[in-house]
């Protein structure tokens, strides 16, 4: 008798474990994450020296993630300035404190700025979207074999 119970509280124990399992939240990606994917997968070209009016301006902090439209201006390969756009169109420089010489040689890799860090923790990063290269076609998978 006691060996069956122990079997029962065995399964009990796989089924909730196993229950508990399925409705553990998986957590969602912010827009910072969802770009940073594409980039990875599809990879992007290179952002030349300009002025560039479609980036992303991505601000994370903790669990927040926003991204917001704006410009920013490159030379000799590193970003020099960006600005958030406002709803009536307008811009506005994005100024911070930022620890150590982050904003003086901010890169661009893979069409997303290197990660600037401010003194209150917000990590802040340039995105080209335009810059990312076309989806690949996915390859075709080849017919099972017959028993012709």
Known sequence: MK??????????????????QKN???PELNCFNKWSVKFEERGAEDVKDGVYTDVIITIRQGARSDCYAGKAEVMEGKLVRFYTEKVDGSLEEVKKSWKGDTKKS??????ISSTMVTIHNE?????WPNKLKPKKAALKR???PSDD
């Open 3 to 20: 060996k069956i119970d122990l079997i029962i509280f065995g399964i009990c124990i796989v089924l909730g474990t196993a229950k508990a």
């Open 24 to 26: 553990v939240d998986v």
């Open 106 to 111: 901010v890169s661009i890799y893979n069409g």
């Open 123 to 127: 990590l802040i990063n340039v995105i």
């Open 142 to 144: 080849a017919p099972d």
